[in-house]
């Protein structure tokens, strides 16, 4: 096991993971993050993408595949999932891009949400006026079986105008001490006991 410490939406964890645990698995199971989802665990879908910083250097966190990474890649990192994007003072009050989602109808089953919203706020943090065609190309690493994609693009063009009229940035506000000192690290769900009859028993 190796001790790593990473800072997830404000909080700091510091864990021994085994060296071949993913850093969505870690997020997951041992910090209870299950808002970001697996969707292939091959580094195709998008589905499980987090914004998380540089370790060596960069001047801003970047999306990255959570499922592309070990935990220990992550050590030292700060990192943004989808339960920490909205208001960091627990208002309730949605990101622009999470709000841009929900008024423009940009999901249907809503399995590749969190990713996609987490793609476009990296998305529009590098470029706050993209065209259509390149928010097309900066999502193109999350698929969607549902949508057909118009309503995405919508909507973070919709996202993209509201900030620029704002004068906002995407990117997350930093949490108030008052909400870090709030969260309460949850170590994940313990697992479900499974009943005996719904597991296969040997033919006698
Ligand atoms: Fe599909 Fe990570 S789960 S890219
Ligand atoms: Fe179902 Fe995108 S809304 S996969």
Sequence with gaps: MTRISITVDGVRYDDDVAPRTLLVQHLRDNLGKVGTVVGCDTSNCGACTILMTDPSGGDRPVGVKSCSLLAVQADGCEITTIEGLSAPDDSGELHPVQRAFSDRHALQCGFCTPGMIM??????????????????????????????YQNIVRAVRDAAAAMRAE???????????????????????????????????PVP
């Design 119 to 148: 793609a476009a706020v990296d998305l529009l943090a590098d470029n706050p006026d993209p065209s259509d065609a390149e928010i097309r190309e900066g999502l193109e690493g999350n698929l969607c079986r549902c949508t057909g």
């Design 167 to 201: 004068g906002t940035s995407a990117e997350p506000a930093e949490p108030t001490p008052e909400a870090v000192d709030a969260a309460t690290p949850d170590r994940g769900a313990p697992p479900e006991p499974v009943p005996d009859d719904v597991v296969p028993q």
